[in-house]
T-cell receptor
């Protein structure tokens, strides 16, 4: 079965370190997204990609970057981790299922920045 | 003003109760509305979608859109403990982008 996976599931790091969160999908979807989820804010879009070599900034992109070298993967990099980036991060991919435009989410990565 | 507003709850109900979850939105041009369910420590999953106004039913779940009031609702009949989760309303805004409500935490007590 097709799926979307994220790694690591949990990460603790220190302020100022570079961190990369992995996202891999086997749906063969062109559209992929990174969100962060914080209490009271719901899901906020960080970056998104419509296909290989395409990346775009979302509403909370400062301090984050992504690259898309193939269809399956969209790694998220925190250039210099800050305590404000402590959050749960979700990767998603989007396709069409039964006529709907459904986003499929990964299980999430819980990141703590000390 | 946020584009989508949702009461975070928590909402606690006894098993068998009818649950009503609601969101309001600001842009009258929005037409494609969704509800996602998120279990603890899991990613959200699509529960239902509706296009434009009206009701859509799927088993014990009914999604309702009132475009005149810019109000969307999810009703759960005969609620079960397994329905305990966070429910997020979502609106597709075009350009492959979706905005999400903050989510309402629901607890169904056995």
């Amino acid at each position: 079965d097709a799926e979307i996976t994220q790694s690591p599931r949990h990460k603790i790091t220190e302020t100022g370190r570079q961190v990369t969160l992995a996202c891999h999908q086997t749906w063969n979807h062109n559209n992929m997204f990174w969100y962060r989820q914080d209490l009271g804010h719901g899901l906020r879009l960080i970056h998104y990609s419509y296909g290989v070599q395409d990346t775009n900034k979302g509403e909370v992109s400062d301090g984050y970057s992504v690259s898309r070298s193939n269809t399956e993967d969209l790694p998220l990099t925190l250039e210099s981790a800050a305590s404000s980036q402590t959050s749960v991060y979700f990767c998603a991919s989007r396709g069409t299922s039964s006529g709907t435009d459904t986003q499929y989410f990964g299980p999430g990565t819980r990141l703590t920045v000390l | 003003q946020k584009e989508v507003e949702q009461d975070p709850g928590p909402l606690s109900v006894p098993e068998g109760a009818i649950v009503s979850l609601n969101c309001t939105y600001s842009n009258s041009a929005f037409q494609y509305f969704m509800w996602y369910r998120q279990y603890s420590r899991k990613g959200p999953e699509l529960l239902m979608y509706t296009y434009s106004s009206g009701n859509k039913e799927d088993g014990r779940f009914t999604a309702q859109v009132d475009k005149s009031s810019k109000y969307i609702s999810l009703f759960i009949r005969d609620s079960q403990p397994s329905d305990s989760a966070t429910y997020l309303c979502a609106i597709y805004t075009g350009g492959f982008k979706t905005i999400f409500g903050a989510g309402t935490r629901l607890f169904v007590k056995a």
